[in-house]
T-cell receptor
Framework: KNEVEQSPQNLTAQEGEFITINCSYS?????LHWLQQHPGGGIVSLFM???GKKKHGRLIATINIQEKHSSLHITASHPRDSAVYIC??????????FGKGTRLSVIA | DVKVTQSSRYLVKRTGEKVFLECVQD?????MFWYRQDPGLGLRLIYF???????EKGDIPEGYSVSREKKERFSLILESASTNQTSMYLC????????????FGSGTQLSVL
């Protein structure tokens, strides 16, 4: 079974800072997902990627298949970015395996 | 717009009660999943289903059962609720295929007293 590790577990940043959240996994995958969960809210999918890089607004996700590693970057962070960010991976036909999440707090 | 609806946002039950958590999706997705989420443990898969009347055990199925009589509805059943089943329960659905995107419900916070 794939092991998914995220770092850091908790992150506090000042508004405007550039933020990086890391995810590593142990076994080859077909896709990697980044998800966002606001306090008291449901989970929404931010990105699904299998290679290279994707960008959506101030969010950028990258993946290095050889190194089994992905990063989620947030540029010009804002307090509304405060949430738990979760990495998850697909391997073949098995259900997603999730990391434990990174809790981000952005302070004005 | 895609929608996964969970029947209750908050639920309080007593130890020993039988509890039903309902999940309905309107996207004609084959795959449906039940997770529980606990602080420090992340999301853990309880049961999943890849089609009507099919079910598969996830990582932590003990104390739970599921029912999938219709494609759009996936029910999680706690046969005899216990205090260690106090948790946030999340339902999700997806289309099968490599790297399928998950759509989540807003969750049910269950407290067992």
């Amino acid at each position: 079974k794939n092991e998914v590790e995220q770092s850091p577990q908790n992150l506090t940043a000042q508004e405007g800072e550039f933020i990086t959240i890391n995810c590593s996994y142990s076994v080859g995958i077909s896709a990697l997902h980044w998800l966002q969960q606001h306090p008291g809210g449901g989970i929404v999918s931010l990105f699904m990627l299998s290679s290279g890089k994707k960008k959506h607004g101030r969010l950028i996700a990258t993946i290095n298949i050889q190194e089994k590693h992905s990063s989620l970057h947030i540029t010009a962070s804002h307090p509304r970015d405060s949430a738990v960010y979760i990495c998850a991976v697909n391997s073949g036909n098995t259900p997603l395996v999730f990391g434990k999440g990174t809790r981000l707090s952005v302070i004005a | 717009d895609v929608k996964v609806t969970q029947s209750s946002r908050y639920l309080v039950k007593r130890t020993g009660e039988k509890v039903f958590l309902e999940c309905v999706q309107d996207m004609d997705h084959e795959n449906m999943f039940w997770y529980r989420q606990d602080p420090g443990l992340g999301l853990r898969l309880i049961y999943f289903s890849y089609d009507v009347k099919m079910k598969e055990k996830g990582d932590i199925p003990e104390g739970y059962s599921v029912s999938r009589e219709k494609k759009e509805r996936f029910s999680l059943i706690l046969e005899s609720a216990s205090t260690n089943q106090t948790s946030m329960y999340l339902c999700a659905s997806s289309i099968p295929g490599q790297g399928e995107k998950l759509f989540f419900g807003s969750g049910t916070q269950l407290s067992v007293l």
